[in-house]
């Protein structure tokens, strides 16, 4: 928004700068976390998510030709999908743009088009869902917080108060909440698996990184985490005790 910046893009655009700075007013949202973003940003500019795919499927494209030998098949993630129409609609135009990238560059890649699971209402149908997605990946940050009903970043106004009264005994966002997102969690694979029976499954977020909350997760039956690089050590370690534990059970 800086008024070099403004110019520049009204410039390039052939508008005014008062016509930008209109359009910067009227993209102004008062809860952003729960607004515009993800799928539905797709849906109302289809345009970005076509852009999108023709990176992923360009760049490995260039990397199955530079390393022959290598098994590369990208995985296309439809974010914060709510609605099997949501994700049906953005997956017609992701499958069609980069199959035709595809076809272009006479190339034989192959690809998997999944959703992310942060919604509730995503893990309540997610049988319905499951049709449709290569895979699920739970991003339990947005999990967490539509869930509970408050954004990370507002907790830390309340939660010191939540820990003294004894009503929290740890971080959501940090330790992931098995009792009622876990249960969600649960209900998502147990619908999505018998409608799908290829459907591999994992997390994102920083609870990947938190020992319990990898524990938990390999008991559900996820086939992967993924969280911040600093914490990936930590849940290899929680992975390999998780696998451990549950042999010798």
Request: hydrophobic content about 40%.
């Amino acid at each position: 928004t800086e008024e070099e910046d403004i110019k520049k893009l009204a410039e390039a655009q052939g508008k005014s700068v008062e016509r930008i700075k209109e359009i910067i007013d009227s993209l102004h949202e008062f809860n952003p976390m729960m607004g515009h973003r993800g799928c539905r940003l797709a849906v109302t500019y289809p345009e970005i998510a076509k852009m999108q795919t023709k990176a992923v499927i360009r760049a490995a494209i260039n990397v199955q030709k530079a390393h022959p030998g290598w098994k590369v098949q990208p995985e296309i993630m439809i974010p914060l999908v709510g609605d099997i129409k949501e994700l049906k609609y953005v997956k017609k135009f992701v499958v069609e743009t980069a199959d035709a990238e595809i076809a272009a560059a006479g190339s034989d890649l192959e690809y998997e088009v999944g959703t992310m699971i942060e919604i509730p209402r995503a893990a309540l149908t997610a049988d319905e869902i499951a049709a449709e997605a290569d895979f699920f990946c739970f991003g339990t940050n947005d999990l967490t917080q539509m869930t509970y009903g408050f954004s990370r970043d507002d907790a830390g106004k309340f939660l010191e108060a939540y820990y003294d009264a004894k009503i929290f005994e740890n971080d959501p966002f940090a330790k992931l909440d098995q009792v009622g997102v876990g249960k969600l969690m649960k209900m998502a694979i147990d619908l999505g698996k018998p409608v799908n029976s290829k459907l591999h499954v994992g997390i994102c977020g920083e609870h990947g990184g938190d020992p319990s909350s990898v524990e938990f997760c390999n008991k559900l039956g996820l086939d992967y985490v993924s969280c911040s690089p600093f914490r990936v050590p930590i849940a290899r370690l929680a992975a390999a005790q998780a696998a451990i534990a549950q042999k010798k059970n």
